[in-house]
C-alpha cells in the first residue's frame, strides 16, 4: 500500500507542477520575465519539482534493490534514465545562465509521470545476474548516468531544430520567445555531449573489464556491444568534427540525434527483445 501511494504521490505531483509551468509559459510574454511576483512563484515552483523526484528515486529504489542482487528491467530502467534526466535538468535551472530552459519543465515532468509507471507495466522477473558485485553497479550507474545526459544533448538538439525553424518562421507570441539565444544553446549542448561522451566511454571500458573479471573471456560482440560502439563513434566523429572543422547548426543536430538513436537501440531496444518478445532477462 505504502508502495502504491508513493507512485501516486509522485504522479500527481508531477502533473502539477508540469501543468503549472506550461500554463504559466504558454501565457507568458518575454516582458513579463521582469515582473518579481511571476518570478518568485516559479522559483518556488522549481524547490517544489525536488519533492515528486525524492518520490520517483523512492519508487526507484523498492523496485531495483531487491535482495542482494539488481531487478533492473526494462520499465526500471526506462525510469531511472527519465528520473536521472529530469533530477539534472531541474538541478541546472540553479544556474543563471540556464534559466531560460525552464521552459522544458512541463514536457520534462510529463515524461517522468510517464516513466515513473513503467516499472509497474514491465516489472523485473528476475534479478541481474552478478549485480551483486560494487563494480558491476558501478558499471550500471555510469551507463545510466551516460544515458541521462546523452538523452538531454538528444532533447537539447531537438529544441534547437525547432528554435531554428522558428527564427525562419516567427510568431508574436511563442514559448520559445523566452529561450536563450542559439548560439549559447549550442555551446551548452556540446558541453553536455563532452561529459556524456566521457562517461560512455567509461561505460565501454569497465564493460570489457568487468566481462573479463567475472566471465574469464573479452568482451563478446552482442547486439548491444556493438551497437554501443558504433554510437560511441558517431558522437567521437561529432566532437572531432567541432574541433578540426568546427561543426555547428543542423549537422551538429543530425549527428547527435543519429547517436543517440544508435544508443537507445543498443540498451533499451536489446532489453525490450529480451524481456518483452523473448520474455527473457
Same mark, same amino acid.
Given at each position: 500500500m505504502t508502495s502504491i501511494l508513493t507512485y501516486l504521490a509522485a504522479f500527481l505531483l508531477y502533473a502539477l507542477i508540469g501543468w503549472y509551468f506550461w500554463q504559466n509559459t504558454?501565457?507568458?510574454?518575454?516582458?513579463?520575465?521582469?515582473?518579481?511576483?511571476?518570478?518568485?512563484?516559479?522559483s518556488l515552483m522549481h524547490y517544489a519539482m525536488l519533492a515528486p523526484l525524492?518520490?520517483?528515486?523512492?519508487?526507484?529504489?523498492?523496485?531495483?534493490?531487491?535482495?542482494?542482487?539488481?531487478?533492473?528491467g526494462l520499465g526500471s530502467a526506462i525510469s531511472t534514465i527519465v528520473w536521472l534526466t529530469a533530477f539534472i535538468y531541474w538541478f541546472s535551472g540553479f544556474f543563471h545562465h540556464l534559466k531560460g530552459l525552464q521552459t522544458l519543465v512541463a514536457p +520534462? /515532468?510529463?515524461? #517522468?509521470?510517464?516513466? =515513473?509507471?513503467?516499472?509497474?507495466?514491465?516489472?523485473? !522477473?528476475?534479478?541481474?545476474?552478478?549485480?551483486?558485485?560494487?563494480?558491476?553497479?558501478?558499471?550500471?550507474? +555510469? /551507463?545510466?548516468? #551516460?544515458?541521462?545526459? =546523452?538523452?538531454?544533448?538528444?532533447?537539447?538538439?531537438? !529544441?534547437m531544430a525547432v528554435v531554428e525553424h522558428h527564427l525562419h518562421h516567427p510568431t508574436k507570441q511563442s514559448i520559445l520567445n523566452n529561450l536563450p539565444p542559439l548560439l549559447v544553446m549550442e555551446k551548452l549542448l556540446f558541453r553536455i555531449i563532452w561529459i556524456g561522451f566521457i562517461l560512455l566511454t567509461l561505460t565501454l571500458l569497465s564493460g570489457i573489464v568487468f566481462s573479463k573479471e567475472v566471465f574469464g573471456q573479452p568482451l563478446t560482440f552482442t547486439h548491444k556491444t556493438l551497437f554501443g560502439f558504433i554510437s560511441w563513434g558517431v558522437f567521437a566523429a561529432l566532437l572531432a568534427g567541432r574541433q578540426l572543422y568546427g561543426w555547428r547548426g543542423r549537422i551538429a543536430i543530425r549527428w547527435t540525434l543519429t547517436g543517440f538513436v544508435i544508443l537507445l537501440l543498443a540498451y533499451i531496444g536489446s532489453k525490450f527483445v529480451l524481456e518483452i518478445i523473448l520474455n527473457r532477462s
Open positions: 504558454k501565457n507568458q510574454s518575454p516582458a513579463v520575465n521582469d515582473d518579481n511576483g511571476a518570478l518568485a512563484t516559479a525524492v518520490f520517483h528515486a523512492i519508487t526507484l529504489y523498492q523496485s531495483i534493490f531487491v535482495g542482494a542482487g539488481l531487478s533492473f +520534462v /515532468a510529463a515524461a #517522468a509521470a510517464i516513466a =515513473l509507471l513503467l516499472p509497474l507495466v514491465f516489472p523485473s !522477473l528476475r534479478p541481474l545476474e552478478n549485480t551483486e558485485l560494487p563494480a558491476f553497479k558501478a558499471h550500471i550507474l +555510469v /551507463a545510466m548516468m #551516460a544515458y541521462s545526459l =546523452l538523452t538531454i544533448a538528444a532533447l537539447h538538439a531537438l !529544441l
